[in-house]
């Protein structure tokens, strides 16, 4: 176990700067995700960390001693690739023993040890099959087991559910998160699904091209995004976006958009005040929209619009709701007991304590 | 039941591939027909020569298997053959593997250097060998023959090993090295298993270069009492032998081309590297 540190690390490919100015703490026993679309330099992100990238500068410390020039056999890391990197000659049991052997440990632990890993993973009976006669998710847990059964300081995961299908994908989620729970060890994780990220880590950081746009605990970064870029990236439905004006009226800040006018709550106002008359960016997310009649606040005229449903997307036990004011559109999540229809007129409130107000040049979020 | 019907141009290509066979397998037949003819099948006296002896026998075989010089001569090219199968093999698949794994600047041109020697006739290029090999007392050694031929070999290794460790994918060297394996560790234990069935073709073909190599193993054998196969057969050829006791040979020959192509071949299944990703 231990803790990984970045310290102003830049990595460069020829003259391509993939990594720019990347700093980040982990800490021992931490669970933290690192994600983002593809091609932000994620992947290249853990292999620095495993030794396998070189580092162009700034300095990588693994248990706050400088690693940059560590090699990958003396990080004591492991590291189940996307690809899972199975030995495809060796049998499951002679895979997952494979690092043991190399370490030198005595035979009889070798087997100890190797039992351990199969029954942590659910992979009784499998000893003897090649890689080839299993499942992808048995390959999965085969690459998970000999990661764990070399007890690594850090495990390092490359996006390791992305290759199985929709369902196992969740069992596996699940299983990573009762591994985590009874191991306690540190575990970088790649991946570019954010619900994945959301739904597994302590800790999330938001990487888009090759920087770290936010660092945080799921909750606060879903609650509260520094920027456009994490807003956006964060949360399924995605938060609506729109071009709109801070004013003022009556010595209140509101923000105008799509025709509405709507009253900036009072502990964003003083914040919100070198803004105005400027053009900014407001997001909400669809489900802190309501619609009238089941609204969870107060409805009144600076916090409501009336709007016209265009698509009505039933989801069970919400409705997502595409709606248009002013040839503008957004979506909302709305409770299917307001039974709303397409081109009917409703009321929507919006829930502006949940709201967001982001500078359009620097793309920060105004009331973080 | 219904059998489908076979359109024209279907038949016609059959006709074409029967065609082709028998092209393909009319020489064997002669030479196996020889090999196993009695002499009045071959000295006719004008006659023409039966498509089936009229009395097949195995005698020249026997013949063959009896005679020292025979046998001594197909012992040493086996011997020769696997001799340079190894060698070519230990040099090649490290350098191919290193050619791989480690692009750099300038690989192609390397790359053709390694097979200029092939790019002059043999006959050209045997006179410099022989020189060197003069020089090195390799002459009349079974070794200098099968270093001569894995000389020829190593860059047609090289090439075909290059193409199998490019079908491996880089990844299982990284897992292997951050699980704590050394480079070479790696290479033996995970990459080299892995790369074994595409390494068998590449040994089937020196194999066979050097079971039927003429030029060079006649240049450094010739004035010595080792004789490979081809040479021997080369030093009967001038005095007039029997077609059919030639034919016999030729029937030798070629066996243990066969043989080891079926042995070889084990290690030559698809999906050796199934598995190991995805
Ligand atoms: N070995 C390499 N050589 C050159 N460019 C690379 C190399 N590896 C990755 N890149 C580039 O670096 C960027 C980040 O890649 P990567 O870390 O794999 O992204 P991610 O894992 O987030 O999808 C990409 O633009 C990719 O093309
Ligand atoms: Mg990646």
Redesign the pocket.
């Given at each position: 176990m231990a803790t990984v540190k970045f310290e102003q690390v830049f990595k460069r490919?020829?003259r391509?700067l993939?990594i720019k100015n990347l700093n980040l703490i982990i800490k021992d026993g931490e669970f933290v995700t690192l994600v983002?679309p593809?091609?932000?330099?994620?992947?290249?992100?853990l292999r620095m960390v495993a030794g396998l990238e070189d580092i162009t500068s700034g300095k990588l410390y693994i248990d706050d001693i400088i690693a940059n020039d560590v090699p990958p056999q003396k990080r004591g890391l492991a590291m189940v690739f996307q690809s899972y990197a199975l030995f495809p000659h060796m049998t499951v049991a002679e895979n997952i023993g494979f690092g043991l052997k190399i370490k030198k440990y005595r035979k009889d632990e070798i087997i100890k040890k190797i039992k351990w890993a199969i029954e942590l993973l659910n992979l009784d009976g499998l000893e003897e099959r090649l890689p080839r006669e299993l499942s992808g998710g048995q390959r999965q847990r085969v690459a998970l087991a000999r990661a764990l059964v070399l007890e690594p300081k850090v495990l390092l995961l490359d996006e390791p559910l992305s290759n199985l299908d929709a369902k196992l994908r969740l069992k596996m989620r699940a299983e990573l998160k009762r591994i985590h729970r009874k191991l306690r060890s540190t575990v970088i994780y790649?991946t570019?699904d954010q619900v994945e990220a959301m739904s597994l880590s302590d800790k999330v950081a938001i990487?888009n091209e090759?920087s770290i746009f936010q660092v945080g605990r799921p909750t606060d970064v879903y609650n509260l995004p520094e920027n456009l870029f994490v807003a956006g990236f964060i949360g399924s439905p995605t938060m609506n976006f729109f071009d709109a004006k801070i004013i003022k009226k009556d010595e209140k800040l509101f923000i105008e958009f799509a025709g509405a006018k709507l009253l900036i709550p009072k502990r964003y106002q003083k914040k919100c005040a070198n803004y105005l008359n400027k053009d900014v960016i407001f997001g909400i997310r669809p489900e802190n929209i309501y619609e009238k009649r089941f609204s969870k606040i107060k409805s009144v005229k600076e916090n409501t619009m009336d709007v016209i449903v265009d698509v009505v997307e039933p989801l069970g036990d919400r409705d997502m709701v595409e709606v248009t004011k002013e040839g503008i559109e957004f979506s909302c999540l709305l409770e299917p007991e307001a039974k709303v229809k397409p081109d009917e007129l409703i009321k929507v409130v919006f829930d502006l304590s949940k709201s967001h107000i982001f500078d359009k040049d620097t793309k920060k979020n105004i009331i973080y | 039941m219904k059998l489908k019907r076979i359109n024209t141009s279907e038949i016609i290509w059959l006709i074409g591939i029967i065609i082709m066979i028998l092209i393909i397998l009319f020489p064997i037949f002669v030479m196996f027909k020889y090999s196993i003819s009695d002499r009045a099948s071959v000295v006719t006296g004008g006659k023409p020569i039966p498509l089936w002896p009229y009395h097949p026998t195995i005698e020249q075989f026997k013949t063959l298997v009896t005679t020292d010089r025979f046998i001594s001569a197909a012992l040493c090219s086996i011997e020769v053959a696997l001799t340079s199968v190894i060698i070519s093999l230990i040099i090649g698949t490290p350098a191919a593997y290193a050619l791989v794994r480690y692009r750099f600047p300038g690989i192609m041109v390397l790359a053709t250097l390694l097979i200029s020697v092939r790019l002059f006739p043999d006959i050209v290029s045997v006179v410099p060998v022989v020189e060197i090999f003069i020089k090195l007392r390799l002459i009349n050694t079974k070794i200098g023959v099968a270093l001569a031929h894995s000389l020829l070999s190593i860059p047609y290794v090289i090439f075909i090993a290059m193409g199998v460790f490019e079908t491996i994918p880089k990844d299982l060297d990284e897992q292997a090295q951050i699980m704590g394996a050394s480079k070479l560790y790696s290479f033996v234990r995970v990459i080299l298993p892995v790369a074994l069935p595409g390494l068998a073709a590449a040994a089937i073909y020196v194999f066979l270069l050097s079971w039927d190599e003429f030029i060079f193993a006649y240049f450094i054998l010739a004035f010595g009492n080792l004789s490979t196969l081809p040479v021997m057969l080369q030093k009967i050829l001038s005095w007039t032998p029997q077609h059919n006791l030639l034919a016999a040979i030729s029937v030798m020959l070629s066996i243990p081309v066969i043989i080891f192509t079926f042995i070889v071949q084990k290690y030559m299944r698809a999906g050796a590297t199934a598995g190991a990703v995805k």
């Open positions: 490919f020829g391509n993939v983002g593809s091609g932000c330099g994620k992947t290249t992100t790649v570019h990487m090759g | -």
